[in-house]
């Protein structure tokens, strides 16, 4: 008999539905990292969404690698806000700027340039958006990715008009070479206010208004209660504080609307397993006896 033949086209669509991918993004690959073991967590698709599953107490990171050869702006939300203002997130806010092909791992709440508070999964009535009175969006990473606006050309000075008719007579001598230089481009939009650290991402100058403020102290006392928030579903703590160095730089963003917006969910593992995400082979069925009432013979047994 003829051995059937399966198209690999097939085969790999049914080995790519089976695995949980690891990596999502056109123009930047963005991951969720493990930090006590450093694995990447997978993502498991689920109706149009991404999710991972985090671990209580357990420290993560969000990973970018910009793909393109430009930089490009990453403006990244935790559970619905800013993770380097602390507003309630907007597009039109601060982000990390990536060098071409840079990767990085932001690891926590931006506390100065010099530190983080840790991203560590926590009940909902303790993550940091919870206790600051914004608890509606717990339990989602968000990335805007945009591109940055190519630098004005430089236009050349055109030479100075000659004030001697005949080129016999003898040309004076302009200082400092003046008919090749350019003329000095536009200031960028935005100033640089420190040098860029090496090897660092640097945080980008606000592109412009819209975002809300951080919340004030009326509204943190107005924030509901602990034991009327959800317990079972996970946040985003505002951890200790770690050591993470970064700098300020300008960027000129190509559009006002993102290039493209990356979204992962996350949750316990035991909730995505309950709701479905997570799917779990069933429980194989003891085999059936064809004579269940029958009992096997046996001689006396011996005593105790």
């Known amino acids: ?5 399966v198209p690999a086209s097939i085969l790999l669509a049914l080995s790519a539905w089976a695995l949980p991918a690891h990596a999502i993004g056109r123009l930047a690959d963005v991951t969720v990292i493990d930090r006590s073991t450093g694995a990447t967590l997978p993502l498991y698709y689920h109706r149009g969404e991404y999710w991972v599953a985090g671990q209580y107490g357990a420290k993560y990171a969000i990973a970018v ?6 930089r490009v702006l990453a403006v990244t939300a935790v559970d619905g806000v800013n ?27 931006r506390k100065s340039t010099r530190e983080v508070a840790a991203f560590e999964f926590s009940a909902l009535g303790e993550s940091y958006a919870g206790r600051t009175g914004r608890p509606a969006n717990v339990g989602v990473i968000g990335v805007a990715l945009f591109r ?44 640089s206010r420190q040098p ?12 412009g208004g819209g975002g809300q403020a951080p919340a004030s102290a009326e509204r943190l006392a107005k924030r509901p209660p602990a034991d009327v928030l959800s317990q079972s579903r996970l946040g985003t703590g505002h951890g200790a504080r770690e050591s993470s160095v970064a700098s300020h730089t300008s960027f000129s963003r190509m559009q006002a609307l993102p290039d493209e917006v990356i979204r992962i969910r996350y949750d316990s593992r ?10 779990q082979p069933a429980p194989a069925a003891p085999a059936p006896n064809p004579f269940p009432e029958s009992r096997s013979f046996s001689y006396v047994p011996d005593p105790y």
């Open 270 to 279: 035991e909730n995505l397993i309950a709701s479905g995400v997570i799917r």
């Open 196 to 207: 860029q650290v090496e090897d660092e991402s640097a945080l980008a100058d606000r592109a």
């Open 83 to 109: 993770v380097l203002s602390g507003e309630t997130a907007a597009w039109n806010q601060t982000g990390y700027v990536f060098s071409p092909w840079q990767h990085y791992q932001m690891t926590g709440w």
């Open 148 to 191: 940055e606006r190519p630098p004005e050309p430089v236009v050349q000075a055109p030479p100075p008009p000659s004030p001697y008719s005949s080129r016999n007579e003898r040309q004076p001598e302009w200082p400092g070479n003046l008919r090749s230089m350019p003329i000095p481009a536009a200031p960028p939009e935005f100033s």
């Open 1 to 5: 008999m003829k051995p059937i033949l």
């Open 65 to 70: 690698s910009n793909k393109l050869g430009e």
